[in-house]
């Protein structure tokens, strides 16, 4: 068919207006989305920017404060034994082994062979040595520096018992590159980022051969990350696997590249990454690493030691020594073939290394606090001096007085005593006990136990057990007759008879002693050394309660205290910490020492930020002390703390004395020896009755902790203005040494006795005795 003559031919079909116009609207929009994303990216980028600048030009890291026990003096004569020896290198990590490397050490016989790390105290280093040390009854009978600068005093690294952790319990050691052994940063490199000195902070290859790996594998065996975007995941960013989080990975990479040097990169990454748990702390860093699994410092790790840390990078848990040892020998192993296979060791060594055993320490040498009592004492003591913040994220070293070989004694003492007290007894309200080890010459706490399970973090009953101290006031009671010496002597006669005190609002009081009974007329040092209530309430209320608690205020008391006639009874309550501190005048002859618990405070660097010097104020005179130092003296050797022979030598001269509340609620001792002054403390938590006396619950705990420490007997220098005199017991004059009545006491010069009686009868008779002897 042909085509009508008027049809045309049609052309192109152009587009309408309205599709252009829809085109040039969506190219726009396109462009201006654009443009609005451009600008947020790069808001985005700036924000980034400052974050990653922020925490890299300011504290990167928030290092907890360590706390130290006081460092084990060792020297010709130091008192230890062969256990105390081996406890105390136990506790700073050392390892029994064959060895010559630091921290480790050898004993045959009462001889160690000891392999120090040395350490840097606020007086100067302590270097590396290697000690022989023989220990013979109770203290070092030969010492010698075997190797290293030569010394006659040597200080061994400090353990560390705890720290002031931030709140998200992170712990780590800074280390500088510097401290690396040789092998740890090829290791590293080879088996994390082999490119990381040739990218920029992210690789694109290494992104793709991992996906490729991952897609093939059906889910993710492999990552594409570089160290520097592990360092960026761990200090910035969540660990969700989402493309945003991921973006934000690589852009702020690429920043911290662009801003920062490698190996300042590198060695934060070194002392980011995570390599473990201990309880609610988590390992960050190698050089925590190093001391968490082998209690050796970063610098001294060999081949094999290195391999096995940089194996755990991938996963902490997955390969833990300690759990799956067989998991973390592959690994290790694993690592040392990479560096075979890259060059960086050769076979031999390479075989060397995997034969090596995994040489994990038995125990961690950093574990959550230790000794939770003491060190929340410490706290205390710290923060009249430091914001928490400071102390939390500052790395301060704090070196505290703490004696690791008592603190277990003193533990122990309190664990079997108590076991044996509340067998039989209703276990829904067991005994509790609290007990205080001070130095008796400077008030150092050299232990504290909180109850009688020491290692649980609950109440603190040495320090914040508020309970009546019975008869532990009487000591002060007659320090302050004792100051009068024209009214009050050793000898002076005391009426223990009952007697009954009426009120002005009707009440009455009717002391009476613990047994009920009464004993007459007695001398002040029988009345102190048997207790006797009686006696004692007639003395206080003689020279006036008002003395009494001023006495109390002078020796560090700082609490309430009633000036009712009880309080003379010990109706005041007081935690063993305070009675400690208050007792502790008494041991060093009428000084008041505060109780102390730091020694020193450092920067991370060792830089000194405070030193608690020792500070002593006199506040009773001496010659009166010392007259209650000798009642105190017979208490233990005839009064109501002669039960501790039973544990103790009778060589050993100590001073106490017993206190113990109304039906037996509380049962106290509070003694010493020349070098230890103990509390102990020993009752229910609800107030409830028992059957003890001081003599018969903390007494026990007292003096089997006393029994198992080397120590020095009491022997206190007699002062100016106090003379010795022989003296009868029964007349309280004056006679001959010879008397089967004489009594060597101390009298403040001028009180002493002007009466005088002779035994010349005995003298005659055995006069007349011998001369009879002669004709037989």
């Not at 049962?667 to 003890?692: E, I, K, M, Q, R």
């Amino acid at each position: 068919m042909k085509k009508s003559a008027n049809t045309k031919k049609r052309g192109p079909r152009r587009p309408s207006k309205a599709s252009s116009r829809r085109k040039t609207w969506f190219w726009r929009l396109a462009g201006r989305l654009a443009l609005v994303g451009i600008i947020v990216l790069a808001g985005w980028t700036v924000y980034l920017d400052a974050v990653v600048t922020d925490r890299f030009e300011g504290r990167r890291f928030e290092v907890p404060s360590r706390v130290y026990a006081r460092p084990l003096e060792l020297y010709e004569g130091a008192t230890i034994t062969e256990a105390g020896l081996r406890q105390e290198l136990s506790l700073s990590g050392y390892q029994r082994v064959r060895a010559q490397r630091a921290g480790t050490y050898t004993e045959s016989g009462g001889r160690f062979v000891i392999n120090t790390r040395g350490f840097r105290f606020a007086d100067g280093p302590e270097p590396r040595r290697q000690l022989g040390v023989t220990i013979a009854n109770g203290q070092v009978s030969g010492f010698r520096v075997l190797s290293g600068p030569d010394a006659a005093l040597t200080r061994l690294e400090p353990a560390q018992i705890g720290g002031i952790y931030p709140a998200h319990k992170e712990d780590r050691i800074l280390v500088t590159l510097a401290d690396l052994p040789p092998t740890l940063e090829p290791a590293l490199l080879a088996v994390e980022d082999r490119n990381f000195y040739d990218h920029i902070g992210i690789a694109p290859l290494s992104i793709v051969r991992a996906l490729w790996v991952n897609l093939q594998a059906g889910h993710i065996v492999q990552g594409g990350s570089t160290l520097t975007q592990q360092l960026v995941k761990n200090l910035f960013l969540s660990r969700d696997q989402t493309l945003i989080r991921k973006g934000n990975e690589a852009i702020m990479a690429l920043l911290l590249e662009l801003h920062y040097d490698k190996k300042d990169i590198l060695e934060t990454y070194l002392n980011e990454v995570y390599l473990g748990q201990a309880g609610p702390r988590s390992i960050h860093g190698f050089g925590l690493g190093s001391q968490f699994y082998f209690g050796e410092a970063l610098k001294d790790l060999k081949l094999h030691q290195v391999a096995l840390l940089v194996g755990l990078v991938k996963g902490p848990s997955y390969y833990d020594p300690r759990r799956h040892p067989e998991r973390a020998r592959e690994r290790r192993n694993l690592v040392i073939e990479t560096l075979l296979a890259n060059g960086s060791i050769d076979s031999k060594t390479a075989r060397r290394a995997e034969a090596e055993p995994l040489g994990i320490a038995d125990k961690p040498s950093y574990s959550e606090d230790r000794y939770p009592a003491f060190i929340d004492l410490v706290r205390r003591h710290l923060a009249r001096d430091y914001r928490q913040e400071d102390l939390q994220n500052q790395g301060l070293r704090i070196f505290t007085t703490l004696n690791p070989t008592l603190q277990s004694t003193a533990e122990q003492s309190v664990r079997t005593t108590l076991q044996q007290l509340n067998e039989g007894q209703d276990e829904s309200s067991p005994l509790e006990s609290a007990m205080v080890v001070t130095s008796r010459d400077n008030g150092e706490v050299l232990a504290l136990v909180g109850g009688r399970k020491p290692d649980y973090a609950g109440f603190n009953r040495a320090v914040d057990a508020q309970r009546p101290i019975g008869s532990l006031i009487k000591p002060f009671t007659y320090l302050t007759a004792l100051e009068q010496p024209d009214r009050y002597t050793l000898i002076t006669p005391l009426e223990d008879r009952r007697f009954a005190l009426v009120f002005d609002d009707g009440r009455r009081w009717e002391p009476k002693n613990y047994e009920g009974n009464e004993h007459g007329m007695v001398p002040l040092h029988t009345a102190l050394a048997h207790s006797y209530n009686l006696a004692a309430v007639r003395t206080g209320l003689d020279i006036g309660v008002d003395a009494v608690i001023e006495t109390l205020r002078k020796f560090g008391v700082t609490g309430p205290v009633s000036d009712y006639p009880s309080m003379l009874l010990g109706a005041v309550s007081m935690s063993p910490v305070t009675v400690a501190s208050m007792y502790q005048g008494l041991a060093t002859s009428g000084f008041n020492i505060p109780l102390r618990t730091i020694r020193g405070v450092t920067t991370a660097q060792g830089e000194v930020l405070s030193r608690y010097n020792l500070a002593v104020d006199q506040v009773a005179d001496p010659a009166a002390v010392h007259l209650v130092q000798y009642a105190m003296q017979e208490t233990m050797r005839e009064g109501t703390g002669r039960s501790a022979y039973r544990y103790l030598p009778s060589s050993l001269s100590l001073a106490g004395k017993t206190g113990t509340t109304d039906d037996g609620r509380d049962s106290w001792f509070a003694g010493f020896s020349g070098d230890l002054l103990a509390v102990t403390w020993v009752g229910h938590d609800d107030n409830a009755p028992t059957s003890l006396t001081g003599a018969t619950g903390a007494l026990p705990v007292w003096a089997r902790f006393m029994a198992q420490v080397p120590q020095h007997g009491f022997s206190p220098v007699v002062p100016d203005g106090v003379k010795y005199d022989w003296v009868d017991s029964r007349t309280g004059a004056l006679t001959d040494k010879q008397c089967d009545n004489a009594r060597f006491m101390p009298f403040i010069v001028g009180s002493e006795p002007t009466d005088r009686v002779s035994c010349s009868g005995e003298l005659t008779r055995r006069i007349r005795g011998w001369f009879e002897g002669l004709f037989q």
